[in-house]
């Protein structure tokens, strides 16, 4: 069966934009995005270069504006398919866009304020940095994952559970891979440790997710 032709200007923009994005990053550090490529299979990666991090850093900035392309497009792409629409709406994308950016930026600045509190920079920058790389590779595989599901696959709601358990699956390696590295300091600031997970872990995605089943309309 033929899939309905459905005008993709927009989502074809981004998409080329992301691309161009994720191929400057590898002009900007080649030998760092191999390394990147292969975070799930080895943690050479976030060992090496969370000791060089910085809070501006050209690689993990063009990696995180993929990050936001792709998620708003994923997002657009879930949002059509529950809404049974075939327009493409710029100012919803621009929303979903911010709202991402916003969301993820604001998260970790509390999160660098709560390990500043609780004098454990050293353990939540660590965290910080392989949060951000494992969201990162989100972007990198969402890639092709969108280019798949506006142009090849027609979209169920079973294609996207899938997405998304795959996407759950792929941060709880990155999860395991940084408890492994930094389980001795973990085991040392384990109540604050907690106390991290549940306030700025768990509670800001249950406020998100509350906030859209009682505004639904975006």
Avoid: H
């Amino acid at each position: 069966m033929i899939r309905e032709v459905v005008s993709n200007e927009l989502f074809t923009i981004l998409l080329t934009i992301g691309f161009l994005v994720v191929a400057a990053a590898r002009l900007v550090s080649p030998k760092r995005f191999e390394d990147f490529i292969i975070v799930l299979l080895n943690n050479k990666y976030l060992k090496i270069y969370s000791r060089d991090q910085k809070f501006l850093d050209k690689f993990d900035s063009l990696l995180f504006s993929n990050l936001v392309i792709s998620l708003a497009v994923f997002l657009n792409i879930f949002y059509q398919f529950k809404t049974n629409s075939t327009t493409v709406s710029i100012n919803l994308m621009v929303k979903l866009a911010i709202g991402v950016m916003a969301f993820i930026l604001i998260k970790v600045l509390l999160e660098r304020l709560f390990a500043s509190v609780f004098e454990i920079d050293k353990l939540i920058d660590f965290y910080i940095f392989q949060k951000i790389s494992i969201k990162n590779f989100f972007g990198l595989i969402l890639l092709p994952i969108n280019a798949l599901l506006l142009y090849t696959i027609k979209p169920t709601l079973n294609t996207f559970y899938v997405i998304i358990v795959l996407l759950l699956i792929i941060n709880l390696i990155g999860l395991i891979a940084s408890f492994k590295t930094y389980q001795s300091v973990i085991k040392n600031n384990l109540f604050y440790f907690i106390l991290y997970l549940c306030a700025l872990e768990i509670a800001p995605y249950v406020i998100l997710y509350k906030v859209i089943l009682v505004n639904n309309n975006i």
